[in-house]
């Protein structure tokens, strides 16, 4: 049985005064949520505001991690400082990051194994663009995605610790939706590479969808056999929806 997850992935919004309300109204609203576990992301300086406010049952996220341990990074935050706050996940591979800032394959590898070092538990996005779907290049793109990273860690089981986001890159920030059929598609496919690695981790492992989730389409997408919870990037500055979207996963 595999515990559905909800994560709020808030980006690069709000100063501390809106990161400290929307997380006490989540955290009010959320009270009484059986079932699933709920994550809020928010950016890295608001995380020990953020984590003094959150209450059982909602977690602490961040948005990345580094990919080495100490040293000389500027501007990079390490996987231990993170779990010294009190981080229990770490979003990596966003397509964001792919895209804005270069991270590669390897680079997300290198972060997801700092990640396990320091008992995070990763959240790998994986997912195509809309020139890689039409040309029917979906499925590579995923199998690469994952492969590019689990073939750089020590062992497939270490990505056990982990979470594997489908995030459609023609769906992120465009209001643009996977069908539930599309959604679900891509996440037994998912399934299936796993299950050539180790089937326990493909039986195991929880697969988010991302990509303009929100409460109008949560329940539909949700309800897919191999769907178990979603990585929700504006719903989730929006307390009301973030929970509304958490309910249709309990
Ligand atoms: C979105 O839904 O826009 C996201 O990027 C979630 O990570």
């Known amino acids: 049985m595999r515990t559905p997850l909800i994560a709020g992935n808030w980006k690069m919004n709000g100063l501390s005064a809106d990161a400290m309300a929307l997380a006490d109204a989540v955290v009010e609203r959320a009270a009484g949520l059986d079932g699933i576990e709920t994550v809020m992301c928010p950016p890295f300086v608001h995380l020990p505001m ?130 539930a059929e599309q959604a679900q598609g891509v996440h037994a496919f998912i399934r299936e590479i796993l299950a050539e690695r180790q089937p326990a981790l493909a039986d195991e492992m929880r697969l988010l969808y991302g990509g303009s989730m929100k409460p109008a389409n949560a329940a539909d997408l949700l309800a897919q056999p191999d769907v178990d919870g979603g990585l929700i990037g504006g719903a989730s500055l929006d307390a009301e929806d973030f929970v509304a979207i958490c309910a249709a996963a309990a």
């Open 50 to 179: 953020v984590g003094d406010r959150l209450k059982e049952g909602v977690r602490l996220g961040a948005q990345n991690c580094a990919d080495a341990e100490q040293g000389a990074r500027t501007g990079e935050i390490a996987a231990d400082m993170l779990a010294d706050l009190g981080v229990s996940y770490v979003i990596l591979g966003h397509s964001e990051r792919r895209q804005f800032y270069g991270e590669d394959d390897a680079a997300i590898a290198a972060r997801y194994a700092q990640a396990l070092k320091a008992r995070l538990r990763p959240i790998l996005c994986v997912g195509e663009t809309l020139e890689e779907r039409d040309a029917g290049r979906t499925q590579a793109v995923v199998a690469e995605q994952i492969n590019g990273v689990v073939d750089r860690l020590e062992s497939a089981a270490g990505l056990g610790g982990g979470v594997i986001a489908y995030e459609p890159v023609w769906a992120i920030g465009t209001g643009r939706t996977a069908t």
